[in-house]
């Protein structure tokens, strides 16, 4: 028996599904962490959910670049490099221009998958909440841990627990019969 099947067992059953052993088994709260992957969202659900998180967490500059992608196999989570093309020369015998690409900044983002997910396995059918914001965490921690470490496993959990209890504060709020929003919908 080989020390690689001790680390990857497919046969194992897996501790969260939509999420990274690692991740989960290093995570505070795996029962917050399995009802956040079993929540499904909307497309328009997850764009407002990433706003407010943009808002919420990122310098005010990068909350207005904040884009949300569709079409990502996955999701992916980081910064988009925005490129500029320069002239680099221009050829004299066939006047042709070459021209190279340089980095003028960075914009924060997160790309979702198309919907409906056609990956399979019985949760990748629609959107899921833990999925948005697993893929947010990564622009959290992009410059601290940039793959699924310690770091980016609290800030996923503080991200968890921030939307249970946003969850239960809107479900109190409901049952006690009062109103979420104000009148002008805010």
Known sequence: MSRFRLLRDPG????????????????????????VHSTPCTCEEATALLSELARQHLPTAEANAF???WGSKRGRGGYLAL?????????????????RMSKIGQVPY??????????GGPWKD???VGLVLHEFAHVLTIDND????????????????????????SLASTDRGECTTGRDGS
């Open 12 to 35: 194992r059953e897996k501790v969260c599904g939509g999420e990274y052993d690692w991740v989960a088994c290093e995570s505070r709260d795996l029962p917050a962490l399995v009802r």
């Open 67 to 69: 884009r949300v992608q």
């Open 83 to 99: 490129r500029k093309r320069e002239v680099r020369f221009v050829c004299p015998v066939t006047g042709r221009a070459h021209y």
């Open 110 to 119: 997160v790309s979702l998958p198309k919907i409906p997910m056609k990956q």
């Open 126 to 128: 629609s959107l899921r």
């Open 146 to 169: 940039q793959w699924h470490g310690k770091v980016f496993t609290k800030s996923l959990d503080d991200l968890v627990a921030a939307w249970i209890a946003r969850q239960t504060r």
